[in-house]
């Protein structure tokens, strides 16, 4: 082989080992601080009136509750928005664990009752000892796993 020839074949071997060691930092980077998204402009519509809050009826959970890991005793109050669970700084509920993703699962509310949902998450979601594989009621005291940390929906 001529010595060109050698030469442009080392240069290319070193550009695709640079591709992938740029597409490994890449991944990395996004499980740890999340995809950049460009925040959604709506239309700002008139301010309503405000109301008061519904009040929870009766057998409906009204508090989130840690009760394993190292968040164990954090308590969040249930409204209508939804609540996700991740390593990302911008969940409700941020866990530092290694065995959680990012955006790893999510709670909302739907018809009256609370839905947990996998968001994809790499070690999965539990409710009890089921691996949650698509939006599941979560009925009141079940415990739901996300990495080390254990939840549950209370009174």
């Not at 640079?18 to 519509?45: C, E, H, N, Q, Y």
């Not at 996998?118 to 089921?130: I, P």
């Amino acid at each position: 082989m001529s010595e060109l020839t050698l030469l442009l074949i080392r240069l290319a071997f070193l550009a695709v080992l640079w591709f992938f060691v740029i597409a490994a930092v890449g991944v990395i980077r996004t499980d740890l601080f999340g995809s950049r998204t460009a925040p959604a402009t709506a239309p700002r519509k008139a301010a309503k009136p405000s109301r008061p809050a519904a009040k929870p009826k009766k057998g409906e959970p009204r508090q989130l509750v840690v009760t394993g890991g190292p968040l164990q005793g954090t308590t969040i109050t249930l409204s209508e928005s939804p609540i996700t669970i991740g390593r990302a700084a911008d969940a409700t509920l941020v866990v530092n664990d290694d065995y959680a993703s990012s955006r790893h699962a999510r709670l909302f509310p739907q018809d009256g009752q609370w839905i947990v949902e996998d968001l994809g998450s790499t070690n999965g979601t539990y409710l009890d000892r089921s691996k949650v594989t698509r939006p599941t009621p979560v009925p009141l005291g079940v415990p739901i796993r996300v990495g080390k940390t254990v939840i549950e929906l209370r009174k």
